[in-house]
């Protein structure tokens, strides 16, 4: 498989700062090396330029969501990149935070008929009106259904990207009434952490691949904080009791048996706040899974 990697070092829709260290610390846990160990043709497409935080004119003003002009301007640049590749190839975008999604599932899909699995312990569904804290990586799924701030709807032309019945979520357990409000109106597929401890992870894959079976693309959307955070301490807004290192890996590999992903974004990393790069090498190791790595 052809398989590219673009880095998004953005941690402008972050509350906390350093997750744009996060494609650095992905790059140096291997994940090129990785991916060509297992037969794939890697090449790694360097970094979209992200604007400082600290520069003046990027602050966050008192109205609207932070950072927002600025936000745009990183995702609409990444846009354009991913726009250019072909379709075939597979691309994994590293973030960054998971505004940067808001540039690569756009870039990678728009105009086709694309699934999106969201795993995620937030449902990141906020419209700026409800965000409780202003903060945009908190809001990448209401624009992508076409809802909240127009400046950043219009990285991709206005619309929606994904239609809200196209979107699975896997591993929720930090959501906000407004987000579960807009969850059950929409028609999202969601599994919180309490359905895949009651029915499991192969039942939870089987569901969101029967709901997406019929789409031309499935792109998958991977926050390092789904993971449990004694799993993945390098990661800004940890929640106890995510998914295990086990159940992470069998999702990948139910993922990699269906054959149906297309991209992948791998995102908040925070290598100030981890262990030895450990975060970073276990979202390699997931990709691996993703990417046919096997254990017979």
């Known amino acids: 498989m052809r398989v590219r990697i673009l880095g998004v070092p953005m941690d402008l829709g972050a509350g906390r700062r350093g997750v744009d260290m996060g494609p650095s610390a992905l790059r140096l846990a291997r994940l090129a090396p990785a991916l060509r160990e297992l037969g794939h043709e890697v090449v790694d497409l360097g970094n979209v330029d992200v604007p400082l935080a600290e520069a003046s004119e990027h ?13 745009a301007a990183t995702c609409r640049a990444t846009f354009a990149r991913l726009r250019a590749l072909p379709a075939e190839e597979f691309v994994i975008a590293l973030g960054g935070d998971h505004s940067v999604s808001m540039g690569t599932v756009p870039g990678l899909n728009l105009g086709r008929a694309t699934g ?58 930090s959501v906000d009434p407004a987000e579960r409000e807009l969850i059950r109106e929409s028609g999202a597929l969601a599994f919180s952490m309490k359905e895949v401890d009651q029915r499991g992870v192969a039942y939870v894959v089987a569901a969101a691949l ?15 904080d789904a993971l449990d955070p004694s799993v993945a301490p390098g990661v800004g807004t940890p929640v106890p009791g995510g998914l295990t290192y086990r159940e992470a890996h069998l999702l990948m590999e139910l993922l990699a048996d269906s054959k149906c992903v ?33 254990i017979l």
């Open 262 to 294: 297309t991209s992948l974004d791998l995102v908040e990393v925070n290598p100030i706040l981890d262990r030895a790069n450990e975060t970073a090498g276990t979202l390699v190791e997931l990709t691996a899974s993703l990417l046919g790595k096997r």
């Open 210 to 224: 029967e709901r997406l079976a019929r789409l031309d693309r499935v792109h998958v959307s991977f926050d390092a």
């Open 116 to 173: 999106l699995v969201w795993v995620d312990a937030h449902a990141d569904i906020n419209t700026p009106a409800t965000s409780p804290s202003g903060n945009v990586h908190g809001m990448p799924i209401a624009h992508l259904i076409g809802l909240g701030d127009g400046r950043l709807t219009s990285i991709w032309g206005g619309g929606r990207v994904v239609a809200p019945e196209h979107i699975v979520y896997i591993g929720l357990r």
């Open 59 to 71: 602050l966050p003003s008192a109205a609207g969501p932070h950072h927002a002009d600025a936000i």
